[in-house]
């Protein structure tokens, strides 16, 4: 069964960080483009980062600098780092995998994870 299935989300202070990982079963993430999305309350769902096959690396404005996608293949998983993190930044945060064959493209979206930042 094809499954990604993030964790690592939660309630975190400004200014601190999390790790969220994003899990895939029943194929391969290394074959994979893999993005990071995230949706608020009354808000569309945004991209937020993204990594390429070969690990090229993309991230949104919003959190360049403060975010970091990478992925382990070995653990057939990938991560996003967000350090110094903000009030604005809450949301819950879906990865995606992304495969194109020929003129077909395939996705597949995990459940997603809450993140909150705030006292």
């Known amino acids: 069964q094809v499954q990604l299935v993030e964790s690592g989300g939660g309630l975190v202070q400004p200014g601190g960080s999390l790790r969220l990982s994003c899990v895939a079963s029943?194929?391969?993430?290394?074959?994979?483009?893999i993005g990071w999305f995230r949706q608020a309350p009354g808000k569309e769902r945004e991209a937020v980062s993204c990594?390429?096959?070969?690990?090229?690396?993309a991230y949104a404005d919003t959190v360049k600098a403060r975010f970091t996608i990478s992925r382990d293949n070995a653990k057939n998983t990938v991560y996003l780092q967000m350090n110094s993190l903000k009030p604005e930044d809450t949301a819950v945060y879906y990865c995606?995998?992304?495969?194109?064959?020929?003129?077909?493209?395939?996705?597949?979206w995990g459940q997603g994870t809450q993140v909150t930042v705030g006292t």
């Open positions: 029943g194929f391969t993430l290394a074959y994979w483009s």
């Open positions: 995606k995998a992304t495969e194109t064959l020929g003129r077909k493209t395939y996705d597949y």
């Open positions: 990594i390429s096959k070969s690990d090229g690396a």
